[in-house]
């Protein structure tokens, strides 16, 4: 005891959060536990026993710096657990309760508002830091320059080929620069830890990114991760290339993986195509560019240039073509690799070369032919496709076996889908109609 009064008046609510160790101040702040015997004071000591029957002794240093606990139910090893810290809670400050317990009051009635006084208290703080929240990106937002590059790599994995570099299953990495606007020095993530405080679209790009474990002052984003912070740069528009030099080039153009044989004839080689209607197709090579799987799957190329993967791309046989896109083909086995390969990534949106290039009867392009037949409102239809050898159903199911050479089964698909029934019963409609006028204009002649 000093002689400026008890230690229990100069309890405060912003020291307390610092004495009591913050996890134990929010805890005690948001508990509705309440007193099974109301605060005493005992010689020095503060006395008294929750709801939960963990009976609490409270002390205080002479210095009136610390909190010393004991309870019943806790093993706090320092300071007082959340029970002396509810308790140390409910008597900061002038509160009913400790003007009861000092000056004389019905403390049992004090202590029995208690736990209503920290929900108040509670709410109230809660308030505080969610409209912060809500307000902070409009209002003094930081106005930061952010970079990316896949090719800035850590040190340990410097220098090797991409193949090996993908044996981790997290997929491919993406590094991300944050500097002051206008300013030279890069900024680490814990001098800007608070994303709050970012414009909205910069906190959509580094939503995802991580700390970098290496030290540098770079942010990371991996696998899907990175694909969904490189769709959040693309929408963004205002993201720089490695080094801030230029913005980053996101084309319209799409590109899917093309599966060609290598120019000595012993290897099967996987690359990618960009398909553009006017300028053709143009390969990148898997060891010239990124490639990020996810909702949104982009390649990114060595040179700077970032596509958008065709949306009908199987990623996982992508993800499978990156990691080991030359295939050795041992002397004779040409021909069966290329029957395997067309049975195995027909569908997968892959481009595969021609199949003579394989050694393979060329596939002949047939004719499809809609044959109707019966009533006006009754008819029957059926799909051909004409080769020159004869003619294949496609409604029926059994036609579309495997093992017939030379059957060009993708354009077969796409024209079984074209005709599918509820297509067909669409266009007939015009046809219908068509035939009624001309019934019509019979009847009237
Ligand atoms: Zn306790």
């Not at 850590?154 to 981790?168: A, F, I, N, Q």
């Not at 680490?188 to 608070?194: A, I």
């Not at 060329?362 to 059926?382: C, D, H, K, N, W």
């Not at 495997?402 to 015009?430: F, K, M, N, P, Y």
């Amino acid at each position: 005891m000093t002689d400026a009064g008890h230690w229990l008046e100069s309890l405060e609510l912003h020291t307390l959060a610092r004495a009591a160790g913050q996890r134990n101040f929010e805890l005690a702040l948001e508990s509705t536990v309440g007193y099974a015997s109301p605060p005493e004071l005992e010689d020095d000591a503060l006395v008294a026993t929750f709801d939960d029957d963990a009976r609490v002794e409270l002390r205080c240093s002479f210095d009136r710096k610390h909190l010393f606990g004991r309870c019943s139910q806790c093993t706090s090893t320092f300071g007082p657990c959340v029970h002396g810290t509810m308790l140390a809670m409910d008597l900061s400050g002038p509160t009913p309760l400790r003007e009861a317990l000092l000056h004389g009051g019905d403390v049992r009635e004090a202590a029995a508002e208690a736990p209503e006084l920290r929900q108040s208290l509670h709410r109230e703080r809660t308030f505080e830091r969610s409209l912060r929240g809500w307000l902070a990106p409009a209002a003094g937002a930081v106005a930061v320059e952010i970079a990316a590059s896949p090719f800035e790599e850590p040190k340990r994995t410097e220098g090797r080929p991409y193949g090996e570099r993908t044996s981790s299953n997290l997929g491919p990495t993406l590094s991300i620069f944050v500097r002051l606007a206008g300013e030279r020095k890069l900024l680490s993530p814990r001098e800007l830890s608070s994303l709050a405080h970012f414009r909205s679209g910069d906190r959509r790009v580094l939503r995802y990114a991580h700390d970098n474990l290496f030290g540098r002052k770079s942010w990371q984003a991996r696998g899907v991760d990175a694909a969904l912070t490189i769709e959040a740069m693309r929408e963004h528009g205002g993201i720089f290339a490695t080094g801030y030099k230029g913005l980053l080039d996101f084309r319209r153009q799409t590109v899917r993986p093309r599966i060609e044989i290598g120019p000595d004839q012993t290897t099967i080689e996987a690359s990618w195509v960009v398909e553009d209607t006017i300028l053709g197709t143009a390969r990148i090579l898997a060891s010239e560019s990124v490639f990020f799987a996810g909702p949104f799957p982009y390649l990114w190329t060595r040179s700077g240039v970032i596509y958008r993967v065709a949306a009908d791309v199987d990623l996982e046989l992508a993800e499978e073509l990156v990691r080991a896109p030359t295939l050795p083909i041992p002397p004779g086995k040409m021909k069966d690799a290329g029957a395997r390969l067309f049975r195995a990534v027909r569908g997968r949106g892959v481009e595969l070369s021609a199949p003579e290039a394989f050694g393979l009867t060329p596939i002949e392009t047939p004719r499809f032919v809609l044959r109707l037949s019966g009533e006006p409102l009754s008819l029957e239809g059926q799909l051909v496709a004409v080769y020159r050898a004869g003619e294949l159903s496609l409604f029926a199911g059994d036609v579309l076996r495997e093992g017939e050479d030379g059957r060009d089964r993708e354009g077969e698909t796409q024209a079984a889908v074209r005709h599918s029934w509820i297509h067909v019963a669409e266009q007939l409609e015009s046809v219908l109609e068509t035939v009624t006028l001309r019934g019509n204009r019979v009847i009237a002649a």
